[in-house]
Structure formats: structure tokens, C-alpha cells
């Protein structure tokens, strides 16, 4: 096969003004040509992940959003309020790529024979900035998909994965024996689901709506408690005594949850320990926040002893604090899972422009369960 | 020296009716033989510290309290609310002593060796129910005084001490190399000043009132930060900027105090960073609560990236944790400093009946800076 040049590509930007207002746009971008251990990729498939919408948006107001520019070059403006405006310092006037991930055909490869060995074959990468008809990324990015799997099964291939496998590796080297999950009828929920089922690990699901309950209970799930129920905390208690969950992964962050969980698990061990004690029980506690879906503050009443932590979680710093070696491991993992353990699923498939439609932003703009977008730079544009 | 058989001795304790109410009174208990391994303690002094107040109070309000009973027998009622009468399950309707530490004299010993060294010797001791005239406790339980060392300069050998050096043992082990500690102005804060500075420890005093700093800097502190300062956040950032303090002890626990070091200590960290991440710097930031001088919730706004923590912190289960060799260390260094480094200082001296004064309570319940009491069980019983 040889390497057919794209000189290039559509990008979608997000820019932060000055002004304090947000641009999302599409860019005519150059692809350089691949060094050695560089690839070209053509990108099919890449998802909106939670983590990717913070970056497009960047605190704006999408409600209050403007739409201007031409159906295929679409520009998108809305207003950032001066608070957020204030913490976006180093992002103000750079026109940021957004996309952690995706996955498409190699169609350029440098001269390395680790880069040569993936032309014409179909990868995922993270490589940021995929929201792009082309990206030229290191091999080291990248992750040759199995045979057989497409670039829509491979798109999500390394956050969700890789942060349902990252959760587990923490329980196990922080002495836990059981998980907490909220928003647990996500993409991510899903995943965490069925691979604690693999591993026989007990998993407590938190999520808020009856019908995220039905969705989790017929897939099997055990344990599915509603926050927004009346029995909440006896539910959640009673979960969390079966189970024996010491340590939570909340993508909400703000409002009372993680204070409710943390309460509920202490007056859970509180049923097994003999005597009072004004500290609480001694075992030690564990919420990690790894998203903001709820972006008010956390709020923590401590009724829950004295043996307890709260803190930020994020799969990459952690990847790299458990080193290398165990994270080949659990990339490895998830490249064998993708169209079972760890396959996604989609409400729709878009184009870089129909990613700033005001349907589309409405859509996945709200992170609501089911509401996930694959983007496909390449949609419409041709086959290769 | 021969053994001295005392039979009876007062204690002060304090229950927690079913009715929701706190009753504090004296109660003749007796005092038992000592087994082999035991010595019996003329306790002359005893402090009221803040985890003391917790015990005793039991979260009842102390301002509506009914003071009724004689000079000598005084018994104090304040009625519980139904939330913090919940948390109590585990004492209700138990006559609990009061005081984790205090000094005396060992005029009772059992037969084994070690504590037949300590008969007629001063110790301090880490008993419990230390508010009695007299204590029967464990040998392991007692640090034998240095010579010339009074039973009021021991008094407080353990809590604060061990606390203070607890504190720098958990910087040194969790990788910081500097310190914020709050309430700074207190017994406890003045010794962690003292310690930090033999040991060269960068350290910022976070303070309520202007009166605190002037007193902290008066004994050479170099980082005072007024919390209710308007300038607090920025005066604050550069005293973190500074000495590169990324761990907190907090004794406040409630309220936004939290959630400011973290953003102070972020946005120093920030000054130094590289280039803009959403995720905020990679730096981990730690907050310890140890103490719950304000009872409202803890508010988090988690504007300081994701690399932080928050937990309860507590010394003795942390000396527990890092072993009893470390923690003897520890406990030598505070004995042989408690006349120095580790000198306390209270406002007044006051027998078992004047602690349960309307005038006493008032004082020592503000847990005020310079407010601090302590209990001498056998004032005005006469010498032994």
C-alpha cells in the first residue's frame, strides 16, 4: 500500500476570547508530514466523552449561544461568565483542538518500521485534537485495533476503558474489596458494570432517574440505588453493607453525594462494630471525584468519623503513577474487550459540522445516559 | 516508699440521657487495687483540650445549660439536639468519664518492676477519665516526667505534643516539605511553631483575628494570614508561594477554609506552571481535618484542579499506623521538650466542682485562644 498525502484537514477549534466569549469553529489545518515514528491518521470515529465537552465548552453558557457561519463552516459563539473566564487565563486567545481520542485509518506512516507496520491498518489513538479529518500522532499514541473491529468499536478505546480498569487497579492497591460508582448508567457505568462482574467484585450503583435503575437491573446489575428516591440512604446502606464498598468513584462532584455516601458507609461498618466511639469506626473511608457533572460546591457535613478522604482522580496522572509496565497491561485489556467488556454505545453519528448544530449541542451538551455522540470528521466527505 | 491506699475518689462524668439530655456531674467511684502491671495515679492535673470538650458536651447546648446541685456536687443539664442525639446511640444512657490526659503523682503501685520505679515519681498519662482525683491506668499508658518537671508542665504530655509532632512525621512520609496549619494561635499552634522552626519547616499560621497575629508574630512567626482579612486569599498565596507548603492540617473543619488552601496553594503552584491544563497542576495538595471548631458543613468549590485530597486526621490512630517504634520516638522527643517546645500555657487552674461553674464553662466552651483550663482534681482536697 502506499501513502496517499492529505495536505489537509478540518479541524474543530475551541477559542476563548478576550472578550469573555467562546468560539467554536472549524479550521483548515496543514498535516505535516509523518516523522519516523509518526502516522497519519484519517479519523472515522471519535466520541464526546465528558472530559472532551469541558474542554470544548470551556464553562460557557451553550443555552445563550449564538449560531452563525454557513452549514459546513458553522461558528458557534456563547458567553463565558467572569468567574470562569477568570480560571481560563491560559487558554484566553489560543485556539485550542479539542478530542482526547478516536480511532481511523493509518494513510501515512513515517519510516520507522513500528510506524510502516500500521499503514492501511485501522487504529485508535490519543492523541488529542481528534475532532479532525486527519491527525498526525506518534505510534506511541496509538493502538492497533484488533482485526475485525471497526474505527466506530475502537473509537472510545482508551477513557473509558482504561478509567473502568483504573478504578478497580485503585481498589485493589488501596486495600478496598468493593466499588462505588455514581452516574452508573453511563457509557462508563456500563463497562464498570460488566467488568466487576468478570472480576466478581461487588459494585454499588448509584444513579438518579427510575428508568436508569430498570436499564442497570436488566443487565444484571445487583445493586442499583436512586438519589433522588425517598430510601435513598437506607437503600444505599444496605448496599454498602452487602457489598462491604469502602471506596466510591463519583463523576458528579458537587452537591451532598459524596458526603451521603460517605455517611452511609460508615453507619454501614457502625452495624458491625462493637461500642461507641466519638471518632467513628476505624476503617478508612474513600470518595474520589473524577468528574463535575454537578458543578456547584462539594458539600461535606463529616458525620461520618474521623477515618476518611475525599479527593481528585483522573486515569492518565494515575496510569502514569502505577507505571508503564501496568499500564501496557490494562491497555492490553482493553484493546481484547472493545466489542464486549468494553464496548460503547452511541445515540448518533455526526460530522465536524452537525457537531455544531444546535440539535447536536443540545443533545450531548446535556451528558444525559443514552445522549453520547460519535463524531465522524470524515462523514459525508467520501470514501477514502 | 510505701503504698498509700486511696479507696474512693471523685470523677467527673457525663451522660447522655434517653430524654435528650446532657447531665454532667461528680461521682464517687472506687478506686481498685492495682494489678502487677498497674499503678494508681494522684491525678493534680488534667487539661480541658478540644477533644476533651467533645466528650464531655456531647454536642449539647451548653448556653441553654441548668445548673443546679451544691458547691461541691454541682450537676449541669443542657439539652441535645434530636440530629446530635442520633450520633450518640452508642453513649446513650453510659456514665462516661471524661479527660484523655493529665499528671500526677503514683502513690499506689503494683508488684511487677515497672511499676514499682514509679511509685512516688510525678507521671503523665494517657488514661481516659483522667478528671478524677485519683486514676488506676496502665503502666504503658504512663511517661515517667523528667526530673523537676511539675505535675501542671506535664499535663499536657500527649494530645498536643504528639500532635505537633504527628503533623511533621506525616509531611516528611507523604512527600511535602512545608505546612499551613489553622487555629495556629492555640497551645497546639504554638508548639508546631516552635518544632517547625528547630526543625527548619517552612510554615504558614492561618488566624481569625488580628490579636492572633500580632501574638504569633511576636513569638517570630515569619507566615501569619488573617482569615477574615479582605486580603487573606492574596497574602495567603504568597506565603504558600513562598515556602512551597502543599499540606494543611485544619483544625476548623467546617465552613469555605478548606477549599481556600487548596485554591491559595494551587494558584501558587500556578505561578511556577508551564502552559495551561484544565486539569490544573499536577502537584498533589493535601488538607487534614483534625478538629471541628466550626460544626457546619465542609464547602469544597474544587477550583484547584484535580490533583488534591481531603481526610480526617487523627493522632493516635496515626501513631498506630506508623508503628510503635516511630511512636515511642516521637513520644520521647515530646517528653523531653514539654518545659520548651512543647510547654503549654493555661489561663486558669480549677478543682473538679469549679469545671462545672457556669463561669468556668463559659470559658473554656469558647475553646478561645488563651482560654485554655486546667483541672487540678485535688485543688483544695489539701496534700497528700
Same mark, same amino acid.
Given at each position: 500500500?502506499?501513502?496517499?498525502?492529505?495536505?489537509?484537514?478540518?479541524?474543530?477549534?475551541?477559542?476563548?476570547?478576550?472578550?469573555?466569549?467562546?468560539?467554536?469553529?472549524?479550521?483548515?489545518?496543514?498535516?505535516?508530514?509523518?516523522?519516523?515514528?509518526?502516522?497519519?491518521?484519517?479519523?472515522?470515529?471519535?466520541?464526546?466523552?465528558?472530559?472532551?465537552?469541558?474542554?470544548?465548552?470551556?464553562?460557557?453558557?451553550?443555552?445563550?449561544?449564538?449560531?452563525?457561519?454557513?452549514?459546513?463552516?458553522?461558528?458557534?459563539?456563547?458567553?463565558?461568565?467572569?468567574?470562569?473566564?477568570?480560571?481560563?487565563?491560559?487558554?484566553?486567545?489560543?485556539?485550542?483542538?479539542?478530542?482526547?481520542?478516536?480511532?481511523?485509518?493509518?494513510?501515512?506512516?513515517?519510516?520507522?518500521?513500528?510506524?510502516?507496520?500500521?499503514?492501511?491498518?485501522?487504529?485508535? %489513538?490519543? #492523541?488529542?485534537?481528534? +475532532?479532525?479529518?486527519?491527525?498526525?500522532? @506518534? =505510534?506511541?499514541?496509538?493502538?492497533? !485495533?484488533?482485526? *475485525?473491529?471497526?474505527?466506530?468499536?475502537?473509537?472510545?478505546?482508551?477513557?473509558?476503558?482504561?478509567?473502568?480498569?483504573?478504578?478497580?487497579?485503585?481498589?485493589?492497591?488501596?486495600?478496598?474489596?468493593?466499588?462505588?460508582?455514581?452516574?452508573?448508567?453511563?457509557?462508563?457505568?456500563?463497562?464498570?458494570?460488566?467488568?466487576?462482574?468478570?472480576?466478581?467484585?461487588?459494585?454499588?450503583?448509584?444513579?438518579?432517574?427510575?428508568?436508569?435503575?430498570?436499564?442497570?437491573?436488566?443487565?444484571?446489575?445487583?445493586?442499583?440505588?436512586?438519589?433522588?428516591?425517598?430510601?435513598?440512604?437506607?437503600?444505599?446502606?444496605?448496599?454498602?453493607?452487602?457489598?462491604?464498598?469502602?471506596?466510591?468513584?463519583?463523576?458528579?462532584?458537587?452537591?451532598?453525594?459524596?458526603?451521603?455516601?460517605?455517611?452511609?458507609?460508615?453507619?454501614?461498618?457502625?452495624?458491625? %462494630?462493637? #461500642?461507641?466511639?466519638? +471518632?467513628?469506626?476505624?476503617?478508612?473511608? @474513600? =470518595?474520589?471525584?473524577?468528574?463535575? !457533572?454537578?458543578? *456547584?460546591?462539594?458539600?461535606?457535613?463529616?458525620?461520618?468519623?474521623?477515618?476518611?478522604?475525599?479527593?481528585?482522580?483522573?486515569?492518565?496522572?494515575?496510569?502514569?503513577?502505577?507505571?508503564?509496565?501496568?499500564?501496557?497491561?490494562?491497555?492490553?485489556?482493553?484493546?481484547?474487550?472493545?466489542?464486549?467488556?468494553?464496548?460503547?454505545?452511541?445515540?448518533?453519528?455526526?460530522?465536524?459540522?452537525?457537531?455544531?448544530?444546535?440539535?447536536?449541542?443540545?443533545?450531548?451538551?446535556?451528558?444525559?445516559?443514552?445522549?453520547?455522540?460519535?463524531?465522524?470528521?470524515?462523514?459525508?466527505?467520501?470514501?477514502?
Amino acid at each position: 500500500m502506499t501513502s496517499t498525502r492529505i495536505q489537509n484537514a478540518l479541524q474543530l477549534r475551541s477559542l476563548v476570547k478576550k472578550t469573555g466569549e467562546l468560539e467554536l469553529s472549524l479550521v483548515e489545518i496543514p498535516v505535516p508530514e509523518p516523522k519516523p515514528d509518526e502516522v497519519v491518521i484519517r479519523v472515522e470515529a471519535a466520541p464526546l466523552n465528558p472530559s472532551d465537552l469541558g474542554n470544548l465548552f470551556a464553562g460557557a453558557d451553550l443555552r445563550s449561544a449564538h449560531f452563525a457561519g454557513s452549514a459546513t463552516r458553522p461558528v458557534v459563539t456563547a458567553p463565558i461568565s467572569p468567574g470562569a473566564l477568570k480560571a481560563l487565563a491560559g487558554r484566553v486567545e489560543v485556539s485550542s483542538p479539542v478530542g482526547n481520542e478516536g480511532a481511523g485509518l493509518v494513510v501515512e506512516a513515517g519510516s520507522s518500521p513500528e510506524a510502516q507496520a500500521l499503514l492501511g491498518r485501522t487504529v485508535a %489513538a490519543l #492523541g488529542g485534537g481528534m +475532532y479532525a479529518q486527519a491527525r498526525c500522532v @506518534q =505510534v506511541a499514541q496509538c493502538l492497533l !485495533l484488533p482485526e *475485525g473491529t471497526s474505527a466506530a468499536e475502537g473509537a472510545s478505546a482508551f477513557v473509558n476503558p482504561l478509567t473502568a480498569l483504573g478504578m478497580v487497579e485503585t481498589m485493589r492497591r488501596e486495600g478496598h474489596t468493593a466499588l462505588v460508582h455514581t452516574a452508573a448508567a453511563s457509557n462508563l457505568g456500563q463497562m464498570l458494570h460488566r467488568l466487576c462482574i468478570q472480576e466478581g467484585i461487588g459494585l454499588v450503583n448509584i444513579v438518579r432517574k427510575p428508568e436508569q435503575v430498570k436499564l442497570l437491573a436488566g443487565l444484571g446489575a445487583v445493586h442499583v440505588c436512586n438519589s433522588t428516591a425517598p430510601e435513598f440512604m437506607q437503600e444505599l446502606t444496605d448496599a454498602l453493607a452487602a457489598t462491604g464498598a469502602t471506596l466510591a468513584f463519583d463523576a458528579t462532584g458537587g452537591g451532598k453525594l459524596a458526603s451521603q455516601i460517605l455517611t452511609a458507609m460508615e453507619a454501614a461498618l457502625s452495624r458491625k %462494630a462493637a #461500642g461507641y466511639s466519638r +471518632y467513628g469506626t476505624s476503617v478508612h473511608k @474513600q =470518595v474520589y471525584i473524577y468528574g463535575g !457533572l454537578e458543578r *456547584g460546591p462539594t458539600e461535606l457535613n463529616r458525620s461520618f468519623g474521623m477515618a476518611w478522604g475525599i479527593g481528585g482522580w483522573l486515569v492518565f496522572p494515575y496510569l502514569q503513577k502505577i507505571g508503564p509496565e501496568t499500564a501496557q497491561k490494562l491497555k492490553a485489556r482493553a484493546a481484547a474487550g472493545l466489542k464486549t467488556t468494553f464496548a460503547s454505545n452511541y445515540s448518533r453519528e455526526i460530522s465536524l459540522a452537525e457537531a455544531l448544530a444546535p440539535d447536536a449541542i443540545a443533545l450531548y451538551g446535556t451528558q444525559a445516559t443514552g445522549a453520547k455522540v460519535l463524531i465522524n470528521p470524515n462523514k459525508g466527505v467520501g470514501a477514502k
